[in-house]
């Protein structure tokens, strides 16, 4: 599942961080925020009109991110995070 499609408040598990291309640096510097496989995170709100942007939350910090952002970022749901 993309953290993009993950429900509000949804309890999930960062799995990888998708590189569009070669040296992407978009995906390294998500991954150097914290998005990184095994850390815990949610969907803390949604935009308005398009879900743009998703307030994401890892760990105790927040990260307003754009839906296409969030699309490269794989997590699987968890029950309890």
Do not use: C, N, Y
């Amino acid at each position: 599942m993309r953290l993009s499609d993950l429900p509000k408040g949804a309890p999930a598990v960062v799995e990888h961080v998708q590189d569009v291309h070669a040296s992407d640096s978009i995906a390294q510097r998500l991954r150097d925020l914290g998005f990184v496989s095994g850390e815990p995170v949610r969907v803390v709100a949604r935009g308005p009109w398009g879900a743009d942007p998703i307030l994401i939350q890892i760990g105790s910090t927040r990260f307003a991110l754009r839906r296409a952002e969030a699309s490269r970022v794989s997590v699987r749901e968890a029950s309890s995070v």
